[in-house]
Nanobody, 124 residues
């Protein structure tokens, strides 16, 4: 059974940092693309950052460039999102997602495995 389990969310003040983790299990083979998405109340889900197999390609949405870093530890089957200089507008539920099929890892393409999410709240 495929599982993506996120952790690391919480409440911080603006300017603070958090590191999200996502442990993947049950995949028959390592996903080609993994990423972080977020959804704030009343807003559409957006792709925050994605990474291709072996870190070959990384995507960041413009609003997080220079502040967030996506990385992965294949030995631990874990995906990370280091979030620095957090802003109140980063407040959202953050979801880990994966896709096994090869191809463009942009969040514009479908991801078919999702975690349950971890809440990030940034206060001003």
């Amino acid at each position: 059974q495929v599982q993506l389990v996120e952790s690391g969310g919480g409440s911080v003040q603006a300017g603070g940092s958090l590191r999200l983790s996502c442990v993947a299990s049950g995949f028959p083979y390592r996903p080609y693309c993994m990423g972080w998405f977020r959804q704030a109340p009343g807003k559409a889900r957006e792709g925050v950052a994605t990474i291709g197999s072996g870190g070959s390609s990384r995507y960041y949405t413009d609003s997080v460039k220079g502040r967030f870093t996506i990385s992965q530890d294949n030995a631990k089957n874990t995906l990370y999102l280091q979030m620095n200089s957090l802003k109140p507008e980063d407040t959202a539920m953050y979801y880990c997602a994966a896709r096994q099929s090869a191809g463009n890892c942009s969040p514009l393409y479908e991801y078919n495995y999702w975690g349950q999410g971890t809440q990030v709240t940034v206060s001003s």
